[in-house]
């Protein structure tokens, strides 16, 4: 059982490069009522942000987090610091107009700044690195995207170039659009360093401490699931899935998995720098037929002689697919068809990120709340620089009532020419709902194998069951406490994922991501087989 204990420190059983890179710290749950001029739900990069803009400006501040520090989706993301955002900045155009896209491109290039002078300021050894990105097209694609984008981006006062190909020596990407002055870091020492200088500023952080509910108003405050009490001026919710808000929010964007490997590589046989590529098609050339896009960094191996390219790519809709190991197995293709020279793989993991229907983060009041519950959510893929933002909207948003970004990042926005898109996501979300009426994905939980789970009938019911490592059955109800779609086995991950908004609990039934904070519910049969 230690592996499994283990798993229930992270957001998944598969090690990421960054965790496996990172020491492990010790929980440190709060035992006594407190409180704060602003508690902030959530240890990931935006809710540290946040906490540390915070101290800065005077403010007493408590960060609660039922896990590690970053052991989120921070701490499963790849990293990139960018302003070349995963959205088309064409699409950011039409959502939110010129001005718009504009702002967005400033804000973005202001969060990689911000981290930047960070990370130099409190002296936090992270790995941060300024260097080029490189946005391509797939082979037999037309360049009509790309040129669209390009101008878009110098609309946009993004310092963009054409260059003939991406600096990659065995694949000719044709024409590339060069971004300068991107960033990457190691999100852990990251988080390490800023929760450092949060707490020597008598910050308080508390990990292993679950919360159940977010109240905002006169007498704002966070409960916890010890009965304990954070009361405070302002409220929070950095938790990726708004814990807090049942509806509003989760109509508005999806949740979606996105897988990652990291190669071993020799140093200098791949160029230092980013890499992405635009189409819905890519790996073409190998007959791979339609996958999602692709996104590449460096960093730094075991040795001074190796580093690890770390390549992401193959979303899907989370908890609406099951080909877990086939689209590990393609991205290590595409990637051998660019890096023929690459070695082993030795990480592969996965993890959430949270699509917003207008391509832009939810940062700020929440719509369905009291004026002093905040949320950051949406990140779109971009989760680091989003959170960065974070950090310096919600901070004024606290302190002064306003910001520049305010309106563009609103989380009550309602962005008409999305509507199509807005209700495509919310159908989908409904038929998940016929789950109630399959018959499951096993015949008998009896069948299943040491490390296996499934979702059974039995009866009107339909039940969660995994059996240990050590041969005994656990038995959990399928329905998700959240909104109550039936969740789905994760066999690469061990986890349960809700189709619907995003919840995810481990093996055991408990919730790793929110929007539910509440386990899945343990049946009365547990039996040893």
Known sequence: MAAEERQEERAGANLSFWEATTSRDQLNPLRENTSADTCIVGAGIAGLSIAYELIRSGQKVVVLDDGLIGRGMTGRTTAHLVNALDDRYYDLEKYHGQDGARMAAQSHSAAIDRVEKIAATEEIDC???????????????????????????????????????????????YRTIRFPRQGQIHPLKYLAGLAAAITRRSGRIFTGTKVEEAIGGANARVRTSQKLNVSAGSVVVATNSPINDRYVIHTKQAPYMSYVIGLRVRRGDVTRALFWDTAERAGMERGLGPVPYHYVRLADGDTSADEVLIVGGEDHKSGQANDFEARFDRLEEWARVRWPKAGQVMFRWSGQVMEPVDSLGYIGRNPADERNVYVVTGDSGNGMTHGAIAGMLISELIRRGDHAWA????????TLRTAPDFAKENVNVAKQYIDYF??????????????????????????????????????????CPHLKCIVHWNRTEKTWDCPCHGSRFDAFGKVLNGPSVANLAPMERTARC
């Open 127 to 173: 790995g941060l690195e300024r260097l080029d990105g490189y946005l391509f097209e797939p082979p037999n694609e037309s360049l009509n995207n790309l040129e669209r984008e390009f101008e878009a981006c110098k609309r946009a006062g993004l310092a963009v170039e054409w260059v003939e190909r991406a600096p990659i020596e065995d694949f000719d990407t």
């Open 407 to 414: 309106k563009l990042y609103d989380p009550s926005r309602i």
């Open 438 to 479: 399959t018959g499951g994905d096993a015949h008998a939980a009896e069948a299943l194998k040491p490390g296996e789970g499934a979702v059974v009938r039995r009866g009107l019911h339909k039940i969660a069951a995994y059996r240990d490592e050590a041969g005994a059955l656990h038995e959990m109800t399928a329905v």
